[in-house]
């Protein structure tokens, strides 16, 4: 199978027990990958009744055909599993090199299911799996059990790691990849998941060669492409992520202040990527095969927010620990997104329940005696990251926060739901759905909750196009006719970056088109696949994950975006039109008014 190695482990933990599968090939001409054939597997193997947190819940490690193959951006994996945080299907994905080291150990994906009786964690290498104790490791945090692990297994691997948080099985906890590096499957709670396992570590290396079908014809492509993708990515390899702030701030897309606060332009720019290169920046890595290399490395060795030395914050953490916040201290940013990465926490939800408790207290819902002792205020950075120790650690109000925004409104009661954003349980990424309509009626219904990365539509209301899918300019960001077509066709392409598996951000920058991918796939695997064919699969796996969903409870009710970015209106922002924007969206994907895909659709889309 090129491009595969045709091969899934499944682990069940509760009897230590591996098995190995043949990867059926019907699966990987209708869902590619990652988190396509991710959703099959779990849309098969769970139901509405499946506790998140218990054994019955499945764990996927999964890759794609183009991961490990030379395609550029493609060092990349996804998770997929029940959301403890949401209650419905997740997915994260995460750089680095994991999942080309497990294709090259003869697997393209693992599947783990019960709860070990004691801390264990996984060494798969070269075909072969060994249940390893790891009593020695429970309570430490990421960074150092990367460290012991290379010392444990052999140098060349990679490890996929949880910190205190994850072990405590804290709902906002993430799965750490790369040591200092932090490539974090973040979002929807993956952490807790595995600690619900017992499970510390999943470590993986291999010696095998990823098969090609037409390798010399794929390495000329790549020679021919790649000088348009280094000269598109290169400001972000430059700034990061984070050097797109100033402009964001000027549209009125970098939220501050749990999303309530109109401008901040002195504090946006002391923060930006732009900065970080001026000040604590000490260089900067990428993911296997990627000519890009957006990872920071900044170095904090002075002043009360010293030791920093690792991967540094990108955009979201900057939006989310810093502007969201208040905190206009890259240092303090920096050392807050180490102890998140060291804890194992998703940055993003921490911001977000972390803005949500500061506005708690503003409003006197919370207090000191909540807290901990902790004045928790506006840009007061050393209360951030007393916080974010308390999150981590389950204390005090902490362990509330760690349940999400959500849960943590409905037990503190009052007035709290009014501020507490969310969607579907998931605090938003941070990009505001009153800048781009299209981020707007994305975040209702994307599958795992407010998700900028489930269509990076806002990339076409800027600059970027996709002409092989009819996007010929980018489209008015508040313009409301053809904003469903124009969505829900960059969610398909989405989910394809997730299945192939392949780093959005060469959407992003403009790097690459539909037809790159497509070509990049038929390369690979000996396919002949054309782009109609390879959207109707990106629709087929959206439609899958919707049915997850659905059977999970989720209709048009849950199809909403919180109040605040109803009716809470930001300088040059408007207010989405939610109700005839999801209208348009469900006649155009062939779901009913109450946002349930048909019979006929499922029979289109050989569901």
Known sequence: MDGYTGKILRIDLSGQKAEIQDLDKNLTRS??????????????????KTDP????????????????????????????????????????????????????????????????????????????????????????????????????????????????????????????HEGNHARMAGRCGGGAVMGSKNLKAVVVSGTGKIQVKREDELKDYIKKILPHIKEAGKMMGKFGTGGGIP?????????????????????????????????????RYACHHCPIGCGRVVKVDTGPFAPVDGGGPE?????????????????????????????????????????????????????????????????????????????????????????????????????????????KGLEPSFHDPRCFFSQALNYATAARGACHNSSQSHCCEMVQTQPDIGIDEPQDRHQVEGKAEFTAKLQDLMCMFDTLVMCKFFHVTGAIKVRHMVDFLNYVTGWEMDIEEFMRTGERIFNLQRLYNVRCGITRKDDILHPRFLTLKRNRGKLPPIGKLLSDYYDYRGWSEEGVPTKEKLKELNL
């Open 31 to 48: 869902y590619i990958g990652g988190s396509g054939i991710g959703a099959r597997f779990l849309y098969d193997e769970t139901t509405e």
């Open 53 to 176: 947190l218990s054994g019955e819940n499945l764990l996927i490690f999964m890759t794609g055909p183009l991961t490990g193959s030379g395609v550029p951006g493609c060092g990349r994996h996804e998770v997929i599993f029940k959301s403890p945080l949401t209650g419905i299907f997740a997915r994260s994905g995460v750089g680095g090199s994991w999942g080309m080291k497990l294709k090259q150990a003869g697997f393209d994906g693992i599947i783990i299911t019960g709860k070990a009786d004691k801390p264990i964690y996984l060494w798969v290498h070269d075909g072969k799996v060994e249940f390893k104790n790891a009593a020695h490791l429970w309570g430490k945090d990421t960074y150092q059990v990367a460290e012991i692990l290379e010392k444990e297994t052999e140098k060349r691997m990679s490890a996929a790691v949880i910190g205190p948080a994850g072990e405590r099985k804290v709902k906002i906890a993430g799965i750490a």
């Open 247 to 283: 402009n964001y701030e000027r549209l009125g897309n970098f939220p501050h202040k749990n999303w309530a606060l109109s401008d901040w332009e002195e504090g946006a720019n002391k923060i930006s990527g732009i900065e970080m290169a001026k000040t604590i920046l000490t260089g």
């Open 315 to 423: 955009y979201e953490t900057l939006a989310a620990l810093g502007s969201n916040l208040l905190v206009d201290d890259l240092k303090a940013i920096a050392r807050a997104n180490e102890l998140c990465n060291r804890l194992g926490l998703d940055t993003m939800s921490t911001g977000g329940v972390i803005g949500f408790a500061m506005e708690a207290y503003e409003r006197g819902l919370i207090n000191k005696e909540d807290t901990g002792g902790i004045e928790l205020r506006w840009g007061d950075a050393k209360a951030v990251i007393e916080m974010v120790k308390k999150i981590g650690e389950r204390k005090d109000i902490g362990k509330l926060l760690g349940e999400g925004v959500k849960k943590a409104a409905c037990e503190i009661g009052k007035n709290a739901i009014e501020f507490a954003v969310h969607v």
